[in-house]
């Protein structure tokens, strides 16, 4: 009877933390939240254009920052840090990445809208090369989680950050295939499921999955250069 109370009382801290870590990235971007739900309801294409393109201007400001303030939180469980104080540390992060997130959120929000608009006119015209930009746009999701990844992890230059994380976007692609699978599942309960996740679990949960497999594929390779932990990824 101990144990099963021990073990619900982890199960019962765990949703604590998850849920807190996720209203707060949702409260940081509730005017992205907005725009999306004015995006579902938008009936003309003008409309949604706009809109679009507002959430495109606002996401370098908003949405990358809050989004690396939860995966700074959520580097801290994987490496075994479980108690740290959630609001404060997430605040923190916020706080110390919002520059080079800023700076980065300006680079993957440009490759996004290239991506978009060249998808959604391939798409019209050639259903094999639609097939190639789709591939291509899985590669984009690999990276722009690993860059949040490499964000909140190392301590490299911003323009070293982005070589980076292009590059462990390649590498070991069982991991990648698991990680994207990982969050298309996520994302898929939540959107068609239970969309009560949204707003309190999918967000971390997909930095949860992320992370762990960027950290996974950080670990091999400094196993395999034999590099010391500790020197992060100066050698990368």
Not at 220 to 231: S, Y
Request: aromatic letters at 18%; glycine letters at 4%.
């Amino acid at each position: 009877m101990t144990e099963m109370m021990s073990g619900l009382n982890r199960v019962f801290e765990w949703v604590m933390r998850l849920s807190v870590i996720n209203i707060l990235w949702v409260l940081f971007n509730i005017p992205i939240c907005y725009l999306l739900l004015s995006l579902l309801l938008a009936d003309d294409l003008s409309v949604a254009f706009t809109i679009i393109l507002t959430i495109a201007v606002l996401s370098p400001f908003l949405f990358f920052p809050a989004t690396t303030a939860m995966f700074g939180v959520v580097r801290k469980w994987v490496m075994g840090e479980t108690d740290v104080p959630l609001v404060k540390s997430y605040w923190g992060f916020y706080k110390e990445n919002y520059v080079r997130s800023l700076c980065g959120g300006i680079v993957f929000t440009l490759l996004w809208i290239i991506w978009g608009f060249d998808f959604y006119y391939f798409s019209q015209v050639n259903v094999f090369i639609s097939s190639l930009f789709l591939a291509a746009g899985l590669f984009l999701i690999l990276f722009t989680l690993s860059f949040f990844s490499n964000t909140v992890h190392s301590e490299l230059t911003f323009v070293t950050s982005i070589k980076n994380s292009f590059f462990l976007s390649l590498v070991y692609p069982i991991t990648n295939i698991l990680m994207l699978i990982g969050v298309a599942v996520i994302l898929y309960i939540s959107l068609t499921m239970f969309t009560f996740l949204l707003p309190f679990f999918t967000g971390t949960l997909i930095a949860l999955i992320s992370f762990t497999g960027y950290y996974q594929k950080m670990n091999k390779i400094l196993a395999n250069k034999k590099v010391n932990p500790e020197e992060k990824q100066a050698e990368l």
